[in-house]
Every structure is written in C-alpha cells, then in structure tokens.
C-alpha cells in the first residue's frame, strides 16, 4: 500500500511489515500501526524511522542501542510477554527513540543535542511484529574503557 507521509513523502508499504502497538506509545496512544524504515544501508543501517500508518505527522528517529555503546537485559512480565506474543528472547529487538533537545539558548533543532530515551526503550517481538514500549527502566549505567 502506498502511504503520504508528512516527512518521508509517499512510501510503499507491504502490509506484512507493519509492526503493531497494542495500546500505541504514550501521548500517542491512538498511534498503533508502524511502518519501520532505515537509511541507505540496508546491511548495517545506523537510523530507523518508526512512522505512524495512523497519522503521517507522527514519526520517531530510533537506533539499536548498541550503536551508542548500551546493552539492555530488560526483565519483562508475564502481561509485556504476553502482549509481544514472545515465545523466544532472541526474537526481541530494543530500539531507543532518540530526539534533538532545543534549550533556551538554541533555537535551531538542527543544532540541538542529540540525545536517546534510555529510560523508556522500545521493544519489539521481530517474529510477531508486536511492540511495546517499556517505560521507566531503573538503569545502571557502567562506563568501561577498552
């Protein structure tokens, strides 16, 4: 199918790539259908773009954590397996939305920080094409020099 989206343009999407949110993400909880898209690098892509087939306005940066140097072990109840339909661990993949923070001084978001959500990542069952987001992780977070 083909979809108008407000920063990507039309885009084809199969409909069997479409990656469901039961109860849609928070403040966007009537956002329950997304398309994932990457940059050019089909082999190792860096960026993705989760877009909302519910409404083309709505469109979110995300990484593999790994990319920033962060390995999750998120320990996930029988009601989060249940909504991801996971059967098996190695089917989840943890995403983090990240986002340009304009602060009083900075006006240009193109300027603006990067910085990632690592508190509330999102995790998506690669086999059922379900997700969720997991919000409020507490996080130890180990800096190692290698």
């Given at each position: 199918m083909l979809f108008n989206s407000s920063l990507?343009?039309?885009?084809?999407?199969?409909?069997?790539?479409?990656?469901?949110?039961?109860?849609?993400?928070?403040?966007?909880e009537n956002?329950?259908?997304?398309k994932l898209f990457h940059d050019a690098d089909r082999n190792n892509p860096r960026v993705y773009?989760?877009?909302s087939l519910d409404s083309p306005d709505?469109?979110?940066?995300?990484t593999d954590p790994s990319r920033l140097g962060i390995r999750y072990e998120v320990l996930l109840s029988d009601e989060e397996i249940?909504?991801?339909?996971?059967?098996?661990?190695?089917?989840?993949?943890?995403?983090?939305?990240?986002?340009?923070?304009?602060?009083?001084?900075?006006?240009?978001?193109?300027?603006?920080?990067?910085?990632?959500n690592v508190r509330s990542p999102l995790i998506?069952?690669?086999a059922t094409l379900?997700?969720?987001?997991k919000p409020n992780l507490e996080c130890?977070?180990?800096?190692r020099n290698t």
């Amino acid at each position: 199918m083909l979809f108008n989206s407000s920063l990507l343009g039309e885009v084809e999407v199969d409909e069997n790539t479409i990656i469901t949110f039961e109860h849609g993400l928070p403040a966007f909880e009537n956002c329950t259908r997304f398309k994932l898209f990457h940059d050019a690098d089909r082999n190792n892509p860096r960026v993705y773009w989760l877009q909302s087939l519910d409404s083309p306005d709505v469109l979110f940066s995300v990484t593999d954590p790994s990319r920033l140097g962060i390995r999750y072990e998120v320990l996930l109840s029988d009601e989060e397996i249940a909504t991801l339909a996971l059967a098996r661990p190695e089917d989840a993949m943890v995403l983090l939305i990240v986002y340009r923070e304009l602060d009083s001084e900075e006006t240009n978001p193109l300027l603006a920080q990067l910085r990632a959500n690592v508190r509330s990542p999102l995790i998506i069952n690669l086999a059922t094409l379900r997700g969720m987001q997991k919000p409020n992780l507490e996080c130890d977070i180990v800096f190692r020099n290698t």
